[in-house]
């Protein structure tokens, strides 16, 4: 969805640059992501 709207708000140039910092982000958030719920499933229960 970020891809679609930034097609529609930018030109070529800024295009590839939000193309790549979408990208960025979302394997950022992914790993943060897998390493948070790996840590969480790796605490011993109380």
Excluded: H, N, Y
């Amino acid at each position: 969805m970020a891809l679609f709207i930034a097609g529609l708000a930018f030109s070529k140039e800024m295009l590839d640059q939000a193309k790549v910092g979408v990208l960025g982000a979302s394997l950022v958030a992914g790993a943060l992501g897998f390493f948070l719920v790996r840590t969480a499933l790796d605490r011993p229960t109380a």
